[in-house]
């Protein structure tokens, strides 16, 4: 058996056939399979326990062996292989061969087929649900279990009886944030044992499920608040949910054959696939629970984000630790063993947090983590003990031989490289489980949030998920902060919020956003909100499946503005140089200096669950919500309250995005399959599960399209014994006119016969606005996003995001040349190289603007003089007096980071009658520094004096050609910003 089965249980194959309503081989069967799977016979080098992938190789050996059984038991034992490969595609996202595709198409026809041979039996159940909803409403008789199921199964989703049974038995199923209703399900396949909790995921609950929902908690939980026991033996399983299934369908206005747990899911299936023509890939996504995890959105408290967000810019390494890094060196000391937990729960003095080392950051990193567990406790309780604490961070010893230098922590390859080498080599189950504890918690953590702990899932188990995104309004504010936080640097601002918008809209990993270049973004003269992004190799690295492809996307104006506001200051730049930075500036830079302070900003204003790569997640979903308008053709305003978005969905945004593919023809020309396909296509999958998995989070958000005509913004009508139970009135209740003229102007306005007579047209948002009273506070905290004129039109900026960068600029502190350059670049009087050659040598990051001893400095020298003469060299220069005063402000002002990318060259002009000696030891000793020149010159009558000539020293071998017109404008405006300060005299 090959070691990566390790774990496989034949039981668990077959229960996952059984929840989905298909057959499945026998457990004897299966098991042969597993126990008969050969080895890979990939090199070595490239093998690994937790690799994901099926050869043909594999495959065919199997079946050799089956043709060499000379029974019957061939055709059971073929039948477990398919089984076997489906089951590891479908359920645990392998990659399979070509052939075991088709299979899996296979599959889907016979369990097409099946969903036909129910046909009648659906329409027939359907009909008889309706009579018996409209008879419950009106009489409201004691709600039944077998009841309960069926307005779940025919109206929320067509779940296994498994999972009905499920949701009757847990109350807590039932989960609402503001007037918001949703069900939530608990995966009820078994946890792998690096998973600490649970996944679940969340349906849309309609009004009237919530209410009989409701209901039938409170009669059959009631008085068993106190008591687990009575709960527990109140509790109904999947068999006698079936009997009860069984004895009250038979019957008017059913009449329906009695049917196994299997079939009656099938039968559910077929009344959603026939009512409501669902898309079959959808059908299977509603119909399991366990094709997808949803998550909750954290509160963020106001006065932390605001702090947080003050400090996305703050700087914890040293600039210099990149340069002939050794990573051998090791740390001894591991100050996480003298945390305790009473020294953070008491008043006493807090321990102090260490900083990171550039050798080692595993002692910080394994403070931070113990000091979040004493904080916030582990992910099931709030609070550990001592005992559990220690357990899970006392395995410093793992690391003794495997440090993780800064460096390492940048560079993705290499920070999965060391990751691998420690997992690997650990033999402990107890090891394991920990070190991957903490490797979940580095993945979250803003210096090493690029660990994909997915890749140390065992594979029998389904990949680790990590749901969550960011909204258009959250991503508003990410953006705002990270454009006006002052503690950034101009340039840097504008590329974080441009990596930032990126990442979101072209739907990026974070090595795609660092590695895009010049050349491989390309804006529609004809419309620029509309972007393609050509996503491929370049000599930085390949994109994770090793294969290139195109991305079409729309963004709006006040962010597409910026993305061309990058192109046009890099208009002079080499087309293979990276959109993101500076020319020439590394990979590590980049990443800490513009993808780092996106993860602090994302952090504060979504939870510290979020991270870089769930821009992705945000973009997938935007773009999936994109396709289904397209499919479907439904208005925004029926499908999202979300203020951001309609723009977005419009039809003229969408056809924007899809033109690539459309073209000029109607989507109903196109098979339904195909945009899925062109969906995964975009993202860089090639199987629709992975994107369904690990980047859709959730299906409440799917229902409007599925179950049109009844999600909670569309409208339609509601009779009046339908209202009464849905705004918990009685029966014989005369309130419900008052109340709906409350609710609804338009029923108001009506004559007393009108409102008799006509039908009654509300959404479900109105009735749970008002049965919720809307005013009261949702438990989720509202992103504070300055109130913005509204617009339906993608192609209008909501705010001048463009303005606000640039009026930032204005608030900088004076003193700061490279701003003052900006200005220059933007105008297209000093290219992009030459101001990148000069930030280079200005110190980089850690340039610092003149401080006030500086323009003190400044203000006391002499005039700075530009000559007049166009076809010098070098134009600008001072002349002063060759003394120990002049030599200190000379020093205070130019011998400074900021002016490393100038020279100065000394011409000593020396009276016949001047002690020269003197002079030139004042010169070298107070003026001079290594590498600098002077000239002396005798003259026979005036004052002795000194001419300081500035030069650029930059360095040229990077220059394509020596353009004389460009320096002399930077000696232009280098007069300019020096004689600004000549003004203080």
């Not at 081989?25 to 799977?37: C, G, M, N, Q, T």
């Amino acid at each position: 058996m090959s070691n990566r089965f390790n774990g496989l249980i034949p039981a668990d194959i077959i229960h996952f056939y059984q929840r989905g309503g298909g057959t499945c081989a026998e457990e004897d069967e299966l098991l042969w399979v597993i126990d008969h799977w050969p080895d890979s016979m990939m090199p070595a080098s490239e093998q690994s326990a937790y690799q994901r992938e099926v050869t043909s190789y594999e495959i065919n050996y199997l079946r050799k062996i089956i043709k060499t059984i000379p029974t019957g038991r061939q055709k059971k034992l073929r039948n477990a292989l398919n089984d076997l490969l489906c089951y590891l595609s479908d359920a645990l996202h392998w990659q399979v061969p070509p052939e075991v595709v088709n299979q899996l198409k296979d599959k889907d026809l016979q369990w097409f087929d099946q969903l036909n041979q129910f046909a009648h039996q659906a329409g027939m159940l359907q009909d008889g649900y309706e009579a018996i909803r409209t008879q419950y409403i009106k009489v409201r008789p004691a709600v039944s279990s077998e009841f309960t199921a069926l307005v779940i199964g025919l109206e929320v989703a067509p779940l296994s009886i498994e999972y009905l049974a499920h949701v009757l038995n847990e109350p807590s199923s039932i989960k609402q944030e503001g007037t918001s209703l949703y069900l939530d399900i608990t995966h009820l396949a078994k946890k792998s044992k690096l998973q600490q909790k649970q996944h679940f995921t969340r349906y849309h609950l309609p009004l009237f499920v919530y209410r009989v929902l409701q209901d039938y908690y409170a009669t059959t939980f009631a008085n068993d608040k106190h008591s687990t026991l009575d709960h527990k033996n109140k509790k109904v399983t999947a068999s006698q949910l079936v009997r009860k299934l069984n004895l009250y369908t038979p019957v008017t206005p059913f009449s329906l054959p009695e049917l196994n747990a299997q079939k009656w899911h099938l039968r559910l299936q077929s009344v959603w696939l026939y009512r409501d023509n669902i898309v079959p890939s959808f059908l299977k996504d509603i119909r399991d629970p366990e094709r997808h995890v949803a998550f909750n959105k954290p509160i963020i408290k106001t006065k932390e984000k605001h702090l947080a967000l003050t400090a996305i810019y703050q700087k914890d390494w040293n600039e210099n630790w990149f340069e002939g890094l050794s990573s051998k060196a090791k740390v001894n000391r591991w100050p996480h063993k003298t945390l305790r937990k009473t020294s953070l729960n008491s008043s006493q003095k807090p321990a102090p947090v260490p900083e990171w080392n550039p050798h080692n950051i595993l002692p910080a990193m394994l403070f931070h983590y113990k000091a979040d567990l004493i904080k916030y406790g582990g992910v099931i309780k709030k609070t550990l003990s001592d005992d559990t604490i220690n357990a899970y961070t006392n395995i410093e010893q793992v690391f003794e031989d495997n440090p993780l230098p800064y460096e390492k922590t940048l560079d993705s390859d290499a920070l999965h490289l060391w990751a691998h080498t420690v997992y690997d080599s650990l033999s402990n189950e107890g090891h394991q489980k920990y070190v991957h504890y903490l490797f979940r918690f580095m993945s979250h953590h803003p210096l090493t949030e690029n660990l994909d702990i997915s890749e140390f899932d065992p594979p029998t188990s389904t990949p680790s998920v990590d749901p969550n995104y960011l909204t258009l309004a959250e991503l508003d504010e990410v953006i705002n902060a990270l454009l006006t936080q002052d503690t950034g640097e101009m340039m840097q601002r504008l590329f974080c919020a441009v990596a930032c918008i990126i990442g979101y809209f072209a739907m990026l990993r974070r090595g795609e956003v660092l590695r895009l270049r010049i050349q491989d973004i390309f804006c529609y003269s004809t419309d620029k909100q509309q972007f393609h992004f050509d996503i491929r190799e370049t000599t930085e690295g390949s994109t994770k499946n090793k294969s290139a492809r195109m991305v079409h996307v729309v963004i709006p104006e006040e962010y597409a503005c910026l993305v061309r506001m990058v192109i046009d200051i890099k208009q002079s730049a080499s087309v293979n140089e990276p959109l993101i930075g500076f020319a020439d500036e590394k990979m590590h830079s980049r990443q800490l200096h513009y993808l780092l302070p996106i993860t602090r900003a994302i952090k504060a204003v979504a939870g510290e669950d979020v991270r870089f790569h769930h821009l992705r997640h945000s973009g997938i979903y935007l773009f999936m919500q994109q396709a289904l308008h397209l499919a479907y053709e439904i208005s925004p305003n029926e499908t999202t309250d979300e203020s951001y978005l309609p723009r977005l969905l419009s039809p003229s945004a969408i056809a924007k995005r899809f033109h690539y593919w459309v073209k000029t023809k109607h989507f109903s020309q196109y098979n339904d399959n195909l945009l899925l396909s062109e969906i995964c296509q975009q993202i860089g999958h090639k199987y629709y599960s992975t994107t369904r998995w690990s980047y859709l989070h959730g299906i409440d958000w799917l229902y409007p399209f599925y179950r049109y005509g009844f999600g909670e913004r569309q409208q339609r009508e509601f009779n009046h014994n339908e209202l009464k139970y849905l705004l918990r009135l009685s029966p014989t209740s005369n309130d419900l006119s008052r109340q709906l003229s409350l609710i609804n102007t338009d029923y108001r306005d009506k004559m007393p016969s009108q409102k008799q007579q006509d039908a009654i047209l509300l959404t479900e948002v109105t009735l749970k606005n008002w049965l919720f009273k809307a005013s009261q506070k949702s438990t989720l905290s509202i992103p504070a996003v300055q109130d913005l004129p509204p617009t339906d039109s993608y192609d209008i900026a909501r705010n001048d995001l463009a303005s606000i960068w640039l009026s930032s600029c204005a608030s900088c502190p004076s003193g700061h040349f490279l701003n003052d350059l900006l200005k220059q670049v933007r105008l297209g009087e000093l290219n992009w190289k030459m101001f990148s050659l000069i930030w280079q040598r200005s110190g980089k990051h850690t340039y610092k603007p003149l401080t006030k001893k500086q323009k003190t400095a400044l203000s006391l020298l002499p005039a700075f003089v530009l000559d007049s003469n166009n076809q010098a060299e070098f134009p600008l220069h001072i002349i002063l007096a060759c003394n120990s005063k002049n030599a200190q402000l000379i020093t205070r002002v130019f011998r400074t980071h900021q002016w490393h990318w100038l020279s100065l060259d000394f011409e000593f002009v020396c009276n016949r009658k001047t002690n020269i000696q003197r002079q030139e030891a004042l010169l070298k000793e107070q003026f001079m520094i290594k590498g600098d020149t002077y000239r002396c010159i005798k003259q026979s009558t005036g004052n002795s004096h000194l001419i300081i000539t500035f030069k650029l020293k930059l360095n040229t071998k990077n220059k394509a050609k020596s353009q004389p017109s460009l320096d002399r404008g930077i000696y232009q405006h280098l007069h300019q910003f020096l004689t600004n300060f000549q003004s203080l005299q």
